[in-house]
Each structure stands twice: as C-alpha cells, then as structure tokens.
C-alpha cells in the first residue's frame, strides 16, 4: 500500500508471541514504524508518557494484566485525543465492540485477521479517522456513537448476582454470601431476564460466560 507518509504504530497486547511476530510483520511494510510496544496498559502509558514522538495509530488489545484495553482506551482518549486506537481482540461480541467504540476507538478487529487487513486498517483509521468492516460497518459504527445503541445498564446487586449465577451454589446460598434474602435475589434475576431476553439460571449462566462477567477461570475478574 502506497503513503507519503510514516505511520507510527504503538501496540499494547499481552501474548508476547502475538506482540513480537506483528512487529516483524508490521516492520515489512516501509511506511509504519512500529513502537513502542507494551505488555499491558500501564506499560503503554509510561510509554507514552516518555516518548518524544507520539504514535499516530495506537492498536489495542482488550484483555490485559494490570490495566485492560478498556482503562487504556479511556486513558488514552482522556490524555491523548489525538492518538488514534484500533482494537485488535479475540472477542467480537458485539457488547465489547459497541463499549470500545463508544469510547473512542475508530475500529475493530479480531486477532485472526490477515496481516494485509490490519494494515489496511492502520491507515484507513490514520487517514480516515476510522476503519469498517465486518465486524464495525458504517451503520452500526453510526448507531453508536449517536448512542442509539447501548449495552445494558447494571446494578451493583445486579452485576454480583451475574459474578455468581454459572456455579453450583442456590439461589439461597448466594443470597447468603451476598448478604440478602432468597426473595430479593430472585427479584434480581427476574429483572437480568427481562433486560436481557432470557428466561433461564442456564440462560444467565451462558451470557455472564460469554461476556466475562463471570470467567470460568477466574469468577473474580471482570472483562466488560
């Protein structure tokens, strides 16, 4: 792809294969300059904080130690408005997809994209201002950012019940570890069935799953 222009690249993204093997991908290309690279978001803002020449396209993935894409994204649209950010995730769901982009990113790809897409992206978002694809077409990109679309809003009491819905503990038992009633816990899971479209503790389960609520791997953490 032909530029006049040097793109400067900044890439945060915790797999340090993942990291390293985009470098060299991305280094073949004569007008991206990549760097710097970082292994978290708290990395990538001293990074920033530190470089004499800011990055044009800062690519970012979602889950991350220490600072996640979501922290970063803010942080970044927060300080630095100008630098533009691409999101490069394993997740496509599109609540993480409307979340990131209402906060700022100009597009939004999955990591098994070809090495050709992201560089087209790259420069779409560093001459455009934005990148569209299947994943973020114009439309819905639209829709977000006039807010028409929204991910649903949660209550405290709500986003425990959805920490805890997918083990094996009853209604009651966690009704006890919250340090409420059985009555009010089911109260709880009735309005998620209405907010949601679901109609099952099975159903509950799937979505807190799926959307990191509750990760299987650590029921403590929170992706979205």
Not at 41 to 48: D, E, P, R, S
Not at 54 to 68: G, K, Q
Not at 141 to 168: C, G, M, V, W, Y
Request: net charge neutral; aromatic share 8%; proline share 4%.
């Amino acid at each position: 792809m032909e530029s006049t222009e040097t793109i400067r690249v900044a890439y945060a993204e915790d797999h340090f294969a993942m990291r390293e093997g985009l470098k060299l991908l991305l280094d073949g290309n004569s007008f991206i300059k990549i760097g710097p690279l970082a292994a978290d978001g708290i990395q990538m803002l001293k990074a920033l904080e530190q470089t004499t020449e800011l990055p044009h396209v800062c690519l970012i993935d979602i889950n991350m130690p220490e600072m996640d894409g979501f922290s970063l994204q803010q942080e970044i649209s927060h300080r630095w408005p100008n630098i533009k950010t691409l999101i490069l995730s394993m997740y496509n769901e599109e609540p993480f997809i409307i979340k990131m982009i209402s906060m700022g990113a100009k597009g939004y790809l999955h990591k098994n994209a070809e090495t050709d897409e992201i560089v087209r992206a790259i420069h779409s978002v560093h001459k455009y201002g934005y990148y569209h694809n299947d994943l973020l077409d114009e439309k819905r990109a639209n829709a977000i950012h006039s807010h028409k679309l929204k991910l649903p809003k949660f209550t405290e009491r709500e986003i425990s019940l959805l920490r805890l819905i997918h083990t094996d503990k009853s209604y009651t038992e966690i009704a006890l570890e919250l340090g409420t009633t059985t009555r009010s816990i089911e109260g709880y899971r009735d309005r998620l069935f209405g907010k949601l479209n679901i109609s099952s503790r099975v159903g509950l389960a799937m979505y807190a799953v799926k959307y990191g609520w509750a990760p299987l791997d650590n029921p403590g953490k929170r992706i979205l």
